[in-house]
């Protein structure tokens, strides 16, 4: 298993959540990571990746409440999520960007409700 997605759970808006992803040392070494999510009916989107060097970038939607972090000696990539709306609810994935067809983990669900 390469890609391990945890953290996800049901907030209510405006609340918060942690997202981890352990990865293994051949992906994270030297690679730009991101986080992706997927909503139900919609295609997967890159919400946020980061550079080996700890540049982030992040999607107009999630600017200004998202922030993506790594952590290079644990081979683990963060995504510390504030203000959650609910059409922030999705499946949030992490992988490398640009991806280039490493195989995607389980996933975590995030479903923000009243």
């Known amino acids: 298993v390469q890609l391990v997605e945890s953290g996800g759970g049901l907030v209510q808006p405006v609340g918060s959540l942690r997202l981890s992803c352990a990865a293994s040392?051949?992906?994270?070494?030297?690679?730009?990571m991101g986080w992706y999510r997927q909503a139900p009916g919609k295609q997967r989107e890159l919400v946020a990746h980061?550079?080996?060097?700890?540049?982030?970038t992040y999607a107009d939607s999630v600017k200004g409440r998202f922030t993506i972090s790594r952590d290079n000696a644990k081979n683990t990539l963060y995504l510390q999520m504030n203000s959650l709306k609910p059409e922030d609810t999705a499946v949030y994935y992490c992988?490398?960007?640009?991806?280039?067809?490493?195989?995607w983990g389980q996933g975590t669900q995030v479903t923000v409700s009243s």
């Open positions: 992988n490398v960007r640009p991806y280039t067809g490493t195989d």
């Open positions: 040392r051949s992906i994270f070494s030297f690679s730009t």
């Open positions: 980061i550079t080996s060097g700890g540049i982030p």
